[in-house]
Each structure stands twice: as C-alpha cells, then as structure tokens.
C-alpha cells in the first residue's frame, strides 16, 4: 500500500465512521498505520474515536480487550487508551489490572490529570484509607502491643492466627514478643502483597506464614493458641467479627485459647447535630405534599437478592460542620463476649433514657469500647481521638422532635452476626400524616435540597435566563445529577418543556411526585429530537458535594452546546455561566495522616510507612475546613475562570493554566492547596462552595504537595492551578 493509497484509505475510514460502520473504519485505520507509521500523529485521535465507539457497543469484555489490543498495537503511546482500559476494568472489578493501565497512562505522559485522578480512586478502593489512621494511631498500636506481649509472655499462647492482617503490624509484633508460630491471613490480594514486602523488609518472612484467604477457608494441622484480629467497623459488628470468631473457636484454637479483643461494650448518646438532621430529613418547605423524604445511602443486596438499607451511617462526629450537642448522658447498651466460643448476641434490650439538656433529637449515635484483654482497652467514643468514627443512627422523622430537659425517651437495641439496630421513641411521638408515602433518597441529594440558599438562587436564576415573550416555550436540558427541583419550580412558572438526562433511577419517585409529565431520556435521544429554532437552556451542576469538578464535565458541556448549536442554529443559554476556583496553602499534619503512613513511630517501630505508602493518594476530596485542624498559610486568591458562554469554542477548552505570585502570612509547612469554587448562575446569582458559607451543603477539596514546604512569614511563593480534562492540579515553589 502506497502513501496516497494509505491516505485514500484514511479518508474511506472516516465515511465509514460517519456512517456507523466502526469495524470496518477501525480495520482500515490500523491496517494504513501499520503500513506507514508515520502517518501515526495525524491518525491518532481518529483510531481512539473509532475505538471508543467500537468499544461502548461490545457486547462482552473478551471483545473489548481485543479491540483496546489492536488499538494499542496502532497507537502503543496513547495515554487515553491506556486510561480508558483502565475504566473499563475497574468497572468490570478488575482493579489491580486497571492500576497498571492508570500507571500506563502517567508513565506516557504524567501531566494527564484524569488518568491521576482514575489512580487514585482504584487505589482508594485497593487500600481504603482507614488504614492510614490506624497505622498513624499511635495509642491504638500500643495497646494492641502490650495486650499481645502479654498473651504470649504470660499465658503462653506461642500459636499465633492474625486474621485480616492488613499490613502485617499485628503478627510482626507477635514475632518480637516471641511468638514461636504465627499465620496472617487477609481476603485482600493487596494487602496481601503489601504484608509480604513488610515481612521481608523486617526480617520475618520466614516467621510468619502469609495467606491470602479468609480464615473460614484456613486449614491448620494444628490449633493456635491465640487470635488477634481488628475486623471491626464503627458499628462493630459490621465486619463480620462474630461469624468469624465463631469459626476460629470451632476449627482455629485450642479449648483454652484467647482472643484479642476478649470483647467489647457498645454505648450510646442522643444527640442534636444540624448536620446529621440535613442529610437525614426534610427541613425546609417543598412544594410536594404527602410525601416523606429520609435520606439513605447505605443499601446492601440480602441473602434474598432484595435491597436492604444500612441502618447506620458512620461518622466522625467531631469534624461535622456545626458541631453536635449530647442530650443525654451516655448509657451502656450491652456487652458481647469474645471469649466465649459461642459468642453469644446480646438479647434485644429497651434502655429509659433522661433528656438532660433541652434541643432537637436528631440522631443516636453509638461507640464501644474494646476490651483486649483485663488491662488494656480502646474506646470509639468521640474524646478519645481514636482512629475509629462513630455509627450514627438518624431518628426517620418527617418533622423536628423536639425533647425537653426531663423528659424519658426509650432506647432500643437489637443485634444479628454482622449489624446493630438501635432507634429511638421518644414518649410524645411525632404529630405525622400516617398517610404519607416514606421516600428513600441519597443523603447527599438530601442535603442539597436543605441548602434552601442554593435551591432559591438555582431556582431564581432560571427563571431569569427563560424568555418572558409569550408563546415562547423554552426547551431545558438538565444534566444535573441531583434532584432538578429548581428546574422543576421554573416549569410550574413558565411552563418550559424539560428533559432530565442525568436523573439518578433512586429519584423516580419524588419525581413522580412533583410531576408525571417531565422527561427522562438519555442526552443522545434528547438531541436529536431538538427542532430547528428551538430556545433551549442547559442546565447543569458542575461541583458535587464532596468538593470535586464532575467527572468530564467540559467535555461534556462544550459537545453539548456544539450540538445544540447545530440542531437549533443558534447558541443555548446555559446555567451556570462561570465558575472561579479559589485556592489556599495550608498546613495540616491531620490531612497529611489520612493518606500517608508518618514514619516508624506510630507502627511501633516497623518498617511499613514506604510499602503501604506506595498507595498514598493526593487528592483529599469531603474535607470540611471550619473543622480541619490547619493554619491558612496564604489569603485565599481566584485561579482559574472558565466561561461555559465562550469557552467552549476555544480549541483549548479543556486545558487552562494559570499562574499566582502568593505570600507566606506565618512561617508554617505547607502540606496542601485548599481549593473550591465560585459558581456565577447567571448576572448577579453567585454561589461560593468556600469554608466561610456555612449553611452550604457543599465541601472542599484539597491537593497534597508530594513534600511539605516550609515557609517564612514574607516568603514569595509561586502557585500555579491547571485545569486539565476536568480535574485540577496544583504546583506551590519558593521564589
């Protein structure tokens, strides 16, 4: 094949993509590639376009890798490809296989922020992040050390079991107290992996038997004389420690074995907390009546394939914006044995509880303490600044309980294998229609819902952009991902026609309470049914709660807008119209700890910190700041712009850079950049998603740097923000 037959062949190609034809295109591009390289730079976006199109219509994942295959062989230096196989394996759970492809993608060019950000959320889900707190919590470790030292030393239990091992920190101290046999077993292929590089950099590889397996599964020639384990969540239960426990004393240990912990106490506290109560139920007025709302996110597929939801939350109640207020003293709810090899569940049990202090019953919250052994014990609870959150049990209730100094309110709770219940009566019950129809919906959609703040100024600038003419009937495509409530507010007023493209399938029923007639399609089909002249308005939400830019959100906006264009022959209004990001260097040893294990100290002197630290991530996103421990080290200052109005059309739309000269205000470390966003509706509607909007349902996010900065009160600093692929990054040097 010639270089003109080749690019004779090129053009065919790209008709038949045109046409839908996506084997045969995808065929003749590999093949001219093959026979003439160097036509590679001007092919290579169109062989990823084929590829990506092929690829979404394969029906199974063997004919998707033999695509990616081909298309890798064509184009072996795409950091797009790379990043898109990774997403696809992640989805279909293989999340090892889509790290290599992520690590690919930076290997090729490192400045690709999407494939950052695809990383570090597989290698969140790989390694969670608890185990950064526990590793760094240095009272946790020790406890566990003395309680461990002493059933060897003591009651001679040389035969070790490390169930759910992690990174091993639990059987190397068993080895160093002179534990003549220990196995660690752990379900996690990573962990795993992670405990065999700390065996062998401390010295004990061949002291500790390492298994990749659950304990149920283990098969020993001989019982051990002692379990440890940490298998626990902030409900306790909620694990599986007492199904575990129960097989460990029936197949694992000897008759006279020990098991640390030995038990545990769970306690319980009523509590008003503002910021429980808006993810939980209604609190401000929706114009929908019998209906009500209570926010859960924890669902679960049962035994019987039905979906259950979680009757519990976990938080850390400390950092919640607003704070908490206890209304009761803390009252003990029961004790389970771990010693007992029948580990046996508390029976169900009504606690009277007394109101001591008058306010509004939003939540019990409950924590335990854990019983190692007769001498040492760890507590959840809220002042001991433990690695641990507590479990939160939202009172579901459509209105305010309100509960007076005095009063007498009934505390239940009841256990299975892997869960505590506990709810609450208080002794005058909740005035509420018994006819209302109890709709289930996210907390975050909750939340932003009670951000009365934002849903006015949301509903408000939309009206604003719609035409007063009469007649005109506007056409609004909403690609939010909550609740369109303020879209539905302007259709009652106006009379648009709306179509929802992003509605979440958990939200159908409060839609159908507002309207039976609103319309739910995909983007593509809303498209193409745009009529010629049509006055249409894109509506979307461009920062989720946790703090972070939606996922593809430019890319998504500027061909959105392209294809209106195209459809209707005039550009669409859209909502919002800018957004700002806002940017600050902080000091915060606390947001360092969440993602990166501190040296040997806390780990009892083991050499874990660059084994585990391997899957640190940069990217700290749900960060509430007016609780964070930190020091602002320089003012808040605007970074990036972009314009959803003009932008678009730039051929640099997805890619912004800007560079900020900042000074030190106090000589501190810089360990991160604070960041988060000002949102302008439309003309004087702003929304600002910062730390000093306290009523906001919205978050912040940070970046860490790869090394703290230390700084000098005056010191010039250089920051520079990108803005790439709809994820930002942050660059911080010393002038």
């Known amino acids: 094949m010639s270089e003109n ?19 045969e295109s995808f065929a003749l591009l590999c093949a001219a590639v093959a026979a003439h390289p160097n036509l590679l730079p001007s092919v290579e976006t169109s062989i990823y376009r084929v590829y990506k199109a092929l690829a979404d219509g394969c029906d199974s994942p063997r004919d998707v890798c033999d695509a990616f295959q081909r298309a890798a062989t064509a184009i072996p230096n795409s950091a797009r490809l790379s990043d898109d196989m990774g997403t696809r394996l992640h989805s279909w759970g293989f999340h090892r296989e889509a790290l290599a492809h992520y690590r690919h993608a930076l290997a090729i060019d490192s400045t690709f922020l999407r494939a950052r950000d695809s990383l570090e959320g597989v290698t969140n889900f790989l390694v969670e992040r608890w185990h950064y707190r526990m590793l760094n919590d240095i009272r946790r470790n020790g406890a566990y050390r003395r309680a461990i030292e002493r059933a060897v030393n003591e009651y001679d239990c040389t035969d070790v079991l490390d169930i759910g091992c992690g990174t091993g920190i639990l059987s190397m101290t068993a080895c160093r107290a002179g534990a003549r046999r220990v196995v660690a077993c752990d379900l996690s292929k990573t962990m795993c992996d992670i405990a065999k590089k700390v065996f062998l950099a401390n010295g004990m590889n061949d002291r ?51 098991v640390i912990p030995a038990g545990a106490t769970v306690y319980a506290c009523l509590v008003e907390c503002e910021a429980i109560r808006k993810q939980s139920r209604l609190c401000c007025e929706l114009d929908v009546d019998g209906v009500t709302l209570i926010g859960s996110d924890y669902e679960e597929v049962s035994e019987t394939g039905r979906m259950q939801r979680e009757p519990y939350t976990s938080e850390k109640l400390n950092t919640l914006r607003g ?6 003293a803390p009252v003990r709810l029961f004790r389970v044995d771990f010693s007992n090899p029948e580990v046996p569940l508390p029976d169900p049990v009504t606690v009277p509880v007394q109101i001591v202090r008058s306010g509004q019953l939003d939540a019990v919250v409950t924590w335990f303490v854990l019983h190692l052994d007769d ?45 505590i219940e506990v709810t609450v009566v208080p002794k005058q019950k909740e005035k509420q229609n018994e006819t209302n129809q109890v709709i289930f919906i996210p907390r975050d959609v909750l939340a932003s819902l009670n951000d009365s703040n934002y849903q006015e100024k949301l509903k408000t600038a939309l009206i604003s952009l719609m035409s007063p003419a009469k007649g005109a009937k506007e056409v609004i495509l909403d690609l939010s991902r909550s609740f369109p409530y303020a879209c539905l507010q302007a259709i009652r ?25 609103v319309d739910v399609q995909c983007l593509a089909d809303v498209l193409q049914s745009i009529k010629k002249d049509s006055k249409c308005i894109v509506l979307f939400d461009p920062v989720g709660k946790r703090g972070t830019l ?29 957004l700002t990001i806002f940017g600050t260097c902080l000091a915060s040893p606390a947001l360092r700890a969440n993602s990166q294990v501190l040296g040997s100290i806390p780990t009892l002197g083991f050499d874990i910190a660059r084994f585990v630290n391997e899957y640190q991530v940069t990217l700290q996103i749900d960060l509430d700041l007016t609780t964070l421990p930190h ?105």
């Open 208 to 258: 500790i038997d390492l298994v990749h397996s659950s304990s149920n599964d283990i098969r020993l020639t001989e019982k051990m004389s002692l379990v440890v384990t940490e298998i626990v969540d902030a409900g306790l239960l909620g694990e599986g420690i007492v199904p575990t426990l129960r097989h460990a004393w029936k197949c694992l240990l000897a008759p006279n074995g020990r």
């Open 375 to 419: 001498v040492d014990e760890l507590s959840t609870d809220t002042e001991s600044e433990s690695c641990w959150e507590q479990a939160v049990y939202p009172v579901p209730c459509a209105q305010t309980v309100d509960v007076l100094d005095g009063d007498w309110v009934d505390v239940r709770s009841s256990c299975t294998e892997t869960r």
């Open 5 to 23: 037959d080749s690019i004779g062949v090129l053009r065919q190609a790209r008709a038949l993509f045109e046409t839908g034809n996506l084997r």
């Open 550 to 578: 939606r996922e593809g959100l430019l890319e998504k906006i500027s061909s959105t807008i392209h294809s209106l264009v195209k459809a209707t022959g005039s550009c669409p209004r859209v909502l919002p119209q800018k």
């Open 631 to 735: 020091a602002v080290v320089t003012k808040p200052i605007p970074f990036i712009s972009v314009d959803f109005l003009f932008d678009y059309k730039s051929p640099h739309w997805d890619h912004y850079k800007e560079e900020k000269i900042v000074t030190a205000m106090q000589s501190e470390s810089i360990t991160a950049i604070a960041f988060w966003y000002e949102i302008c509706l439309a003309d004087k509607y702003i929304i600002n998603t910062g730390p000093e909007f306290s009523n906001s349902h919205f978050r912040q996010a940070a970046l860490l740097l790869p090394e703290d900065l230390q700084v000098v009160k005056g010191d010039s600093l250089s920051v520079t923000a990108l803005l790439r692929d709809s994820c930002i990054d942050f660059k911080v040097v010393k002038n």
């Open 323 to 328: 704070g908490f207020r206890e209304l009761t």
């Open 493 to 517: 007023k106006n009379g648009a026609e709306c179509h929802l493209c992003r509605l979440d399938s958990r939200l159908s029923s409060l839609l159908r309470s507002f309207s039976e007639e």
